[in-house]
């Protein structure tokens, strides 16, 4: 099958040889970067995917005959060798494998994914499409993943999730809210104190508390800026995510210049 440069699969054809001929110290397992005992392949191709930025379809197709070993189960060194060559970054690495581990009694693979995939606006039903879970406890993967992480909501956890590392720059630079960071440049200073209450899970009522304005006035206040930002959804819950991850992205970036 042929690739052309700029469509799904071609990063992934010309990076298999690459892989094959990578070498691991016996030590490196997926236990000892994630304390993980295992992971499904369909976990492991969702994860991947999420740690990357690449599209999950593309990996799917292309990682299950390189993940999967002669017994049916994701192969450790593979897994860790393709984990390396689609997150090159050590310093992304590091974080993302600290944080996985260290939260609570660590978090599984399964509430991982759930939480990133919540953070990018999902459903509990897309949610559970994507890990192709049947009555998949995708409410209870993400309110462990919450719990472990300190979050009290997904608004919370867009903060939390790139502040420790969990959404690697490497994915950060492929999410849709990143392309607006420039219109923060619309908001005025007073906008932007807003836009951080939100980014930190407050509720309009506790904003309007803080502000000493009503609570229907945040939440007007909010709608306007949830415009100017472009990330109005007509669903609140939604447009607060997308406006935290916006206001958390950009102070990432300037951090880290």
């Not at 689609?86 to 399964?110: C, F, M, V, Y």
Request: charged share 20%; proline share 5%; with cysteine.
């Amino acid at each position: 099958m042929g690739f052309i440069e700029g469509q799904p699969g071609y990063f992934l054809h010309h990076s298999l040889n690459g892989v094959r001929e990578g070498t691991l110290r016996p030590e490196e397992t997926i236990k000892g970067h994630f304390g993980w005992d295992s992971i499904d392949f369909h976990t492991a191709s969702v994860f991947l995917a999420l740690v990357s930025g690449q599209p999950a379809t593309s990996l799917i197709d292309t990682l299950k005959p390189e993940l999967m070993s002669t017994v049916g189960q994701v192969d450790d060194k593979n897994f860790i060798s393709w984990y390396k060559h689609l997150l090159p970054d050590s310093n992304a690495r590091k974080p993302l494998e600290q944080t996985i581990k260290n939260h609570g009694n660590g978090l599984s693979p399964t509430e991982y994914a759930t939480a990133i995939l919540a953070i990018r606006d999902k459903t509990y039903q897309e949610i559970t499409r994507t890990l192709i879970r049947g009555k998949s406890p995708v409410a209870s993967w993400l309110n462990s993943a919450m719990e472990k992480l300190g979050a009290v909501n997904r608004v919370q956890l867009a903060a939390v999730a790139l502040e420790t590392g969990l959404i690697t720059p490497q994915a950060a630079s492929t999410m849709p809210e990143t392309a607006k960071i420039p219109h923060l440049s619309r908001l005025t200073q007073h906008q932007i104190n807003l836009l951080k209450l939100v980014s930190q899970g407050l509720s309009n009522q506790e904003i309007g508390r803080q502000l000493n304005i009503s609570p229907i006035t945040a939440r007007n206040y909010l709608t306007h800026i949830y415009l100017m930002l472009e990330c109005e959804t007509g669903r609140t819950k939604h447009s607060r995510i997308r406006a935290s991850l916006i206001f958390n992205l950009n102070r990432n970036r300037t951090t880290t210049i």
